[in-house]
């Protein structure tokens, strides 16, 4: 059910608007597209939903930036949505199959019986089905326009991703790696006295001879007691400073003198390191290839819509739709 909700809050970004009810109301018109228009009701209803999901996504000044950009590009989105579904028509395209698959996977996903618990799952969530289902078409649609005009004009030579990880080393160093173990004695309403009796004892256990792995888990709190003092794998820029500044001069094997953090004390010991170095060409080729060709996408997207723009008739009555004015 977790995948079903994050998938109807991904769609939401689609076109909220797209599940408002049908207005019914001669109104103002904001925008006229070709033979179509987008009216100030239409408008406000996507305005609206961008904001609301704006408001739940982000915080401070993300949440600014986010508002600011609803505010500037929602006409200019609505207008492109207007331009990719009515070429997609011209097109005669049918993606009832395809809609269809996305709708089985979501339901074989959810562990959902059949359609209709889905179309309940749906109307519990606020959702119209048949408005859903129009929303889910457009979505395809639009995505289908884009990739056909598009998808065939991106390609990368190898040339490219050689010369680009060559100019761009500094995108693929891999930072230390260190794989330690732990005791754990956490501070809680625990006595000082208490903790350094603790600590004296488990020095003279390491000291006897006792093994690191066996005082980790006999004498470790929780969590590290049930972990068996396994704390983890961590990137350097993952380690608590204070923790990273006392594991940083060790050779593997080498154990800490006790560190205390905000919760309680480490004893740690370093059972791995992996040095900083810069991922090899081969290692890097799919991350270089995806990189090349979203910027190769984004240029063409841009160019794309730009000239779909230019070739079609759009006239814009009302160019900021909030003002009353």
Not at 83 to 92: E, K, T, V
Not at 189 to 201: G, M, S, Y
Request: proline share 2%.
């Amino acid at each position: 059910m977790r995948f079903f909700k994050a998938c109807l809050a991904a769609l939401l970004l689609l076109g909220p608007a797209a599940l408002q009810p049908a207005q019914k109301v001669v109104e103002e018109i904001v925008a006229v597209v070709n033979d179509e228009i987008i009216t100030l009701s239409a408008f406000k209803a996507e305005y609206d939903a961008r904001i609301r999901e704006a408001e739940a996504r982000y915080r401070g000044e993300e949440l600014e930036k986010a508002l600011a950009f609803v505010k500037t590009n929602t006409l200019e989105e609505l207008i492109t949505d207007k331009l990719l579904l009515q070429m997609a028509r011209s097109m005669n395209l049918n993606v009832t199959d395809r809609v269809k698959t996305i709708v089985d996977n979501i339901i074989k996903e959810n562990d959902f019986t059949n359609e209709e618990e889905f179309k309940r799952a749906l109307a519990q969530q606020g959702f119209q089905y048949d408005a859903w289902i129009k929303m889910m078409e457009d979505r395809v649609m639009k995505e289908t326009v884009v990739g056909m005009e598009i998808g065939r004009k991106i390609v990368i030579e190898d040339a490219e991703i050689v010369d680009y990880h060559r100019k761009h080393k500094d995108e693929f160093i891999v930072p230390e790696e260190y794989t330690l173990k732990a005791v754990y004695l956490a501070i809680g309403d625990k006595e000082p006295a208490a903790l350094e009796a603790k600590k004296a004892e488990i020095d003279a256990k390491l000291k006897d001879g006792t093994l690191f792995d066996e005082i980790a888990e006999a004498d470790s709190d929780e969590p590290m007691k049930e972990a068996k003092g396994n704390l983890g794998t961590f990137k350097k820029a993952e380690l608590d400073k204070t923790l990273l500044a006392a594991v940083e001069p060790l050779k593997k094997g080498d154990t800490t003198s006790w560190v205390q953090t905000k919760n309680g004390w480490y004893l740690l010991r370093l059972e791995d390191k992996k040095d900083s170095r810069v991922l090899e060409f081969e290692e890097a080729r799919a991350q270089i290839t995806e990189k090349i060709g979203l910027e190769k996408q984004n240029a063409e997207l841009a160019k794309f819509l730009s000239d779909l723009k230019t070739k079609n008739y759009i006239k814009i009555l009302k160019p900021n739709p909030l003002d009353d004015k």
